[in-house]
């Protein structure tokens, strides 16, 4: 288990994280959002003890990290996967952490095969691809055996099969009990990977929740429908106090309506439907929508006199 009470971190005159309490429970994957900037990385730092608290407290099964003996026994993380002494060899490196930690060699060679490195295990790190020094990484987080997981965007890097394994990986540590906790920026992957969500913006916790609870609170929901009698039904929908709008492409959307109600108004006017569905926002637009005010990097798609391939003039 983590807990967090009133972790605060303040560079200079930047409050990075601002009085954050939450607690990452055993048994489930909670993932960790938030925009770029958000204080995701401060934050986990600091669960790990590289970054000293400005105030407020965090705990590692009711003990702080730099009280933790053996702490890979405790805690395995992954925040940078290219962290390691490019001379050594994954083998060597995994060696290195296991006997600073009272950790037998042959459970070096277990986290080498479960990872799928243990044809390159001598082969030196610098010659790793970012897909390989990831899978080295999750080795080294692994090494402990663990009960608790932390992991920085763990996808980054990996190919389709990879990003599979590492999604069934934390959804089976989770189910033997284990606390997982991962941050990523890639919605569609966390939608399919957690279970519970903590999301921060500007250092501040703007949700803890489950999964289907935070897409519920935070989405838009409506109903979609396809039919060749439009007009005819806008206006038996208008009748009956129903909003109806047209999106294009010959779909109509009513919020927050019933598809039930809604099919039954249409068959007592024989209007014929090609499509009734009840429809959700997903995981990344219920996000977009909850940090839209926390976002500290706004891009633009169009800036005026540097658009790419085109109408570029020098300056000066």
């Known amino acids: 288990m983590i807990e967090l009470e009133g972790l605060t971190k303040r560079y200079g005159e930047k409050l990075a994280v601002n009085r954050l309490t939450f607690t990452v429970v055993p048994g489930t994957v909670t993932g960790f959002l938030g925009p770029n900037g958000a204080g995701k990385s401060t934050t986990m730092r600091m669960i790990l003890g590289l970054d000293r608290p400005t105030a407020g407290d965090v705990r590692i099964d009711g003990r702080h990290y730099d009280r933790l ?37 042959s459970r070096v060679h277990e986290v080498l095969d479960t990872v799928g490195l243990t044809a390159v295990a001598r082969k030196k790190e ?3 691809s970012l897909g390989m020094s990831q899978r080295l990484g999750i080795a080294a987080a692994l090494l402990g055996d663990p009960r608790i997981l932390m992991f920085d965007e763990p996808v980054n890097g990996l190919d389709p099969e990879g990003i599979h394994w590492i999604r069934s990986l934390m959804k089976s540590l989770a189910s033997q009990g284990r606390t997982v906790f991962v941050s990523s920026h890639l919605m569609s992957e966390m939608a399919l990977t957690a279970d519970h969500l903590v999301v921060i913006g500007q250092g501040r916790l703007l949700a803890d929740t489950s999964m289907a609870d935070f897409i519920e609170q935070n989405s ?14 806008r206006d038996v929908l208008h009748g009956a106090g ?36 009840s429809r ?19 891009a633009h798609a169009d800036a005026p006199g540097r658009q790419w391939g ?5 300056e000066g």
């Open 69 to 105: 003996r053996d702490p890979l026994t405790y805690i395995g993380a992954l925040l940078d996967a290219k962290a390691v002494h490019g001379g050594r060899s994954a083998f060597n490196h995994l060696l290195c952490l296991a006997q600073s930690n009272g950790i037998p060699k």
């Open 126 to 128: 610098k010659a790793f």
């Open 220 to 233: 838009r929901s409506y109903v979609r429908i396809r039919t060749p009698q439009r007009e005819k039904l």
């Open 242 to 277: 129903i909003t109806v709008v047209e999106t294009g492409g010959g779909l109509l959307e009513v919020d927050g309506g019933k598809p039930e109600h809604i099919g039954e108004l249409a068959a007592q006017h024989h209007i014929v439907l090609h499509e009734l569905s």
């Open 280 to 298: 959700q926002s997903s995981l990344e637009e219920a996000f977009m929508r909850l940090t839209a005010e926390s976002v500290e990097y706004h």
């Open 310 to 314: 085109g109408n570029w003039k020098k």
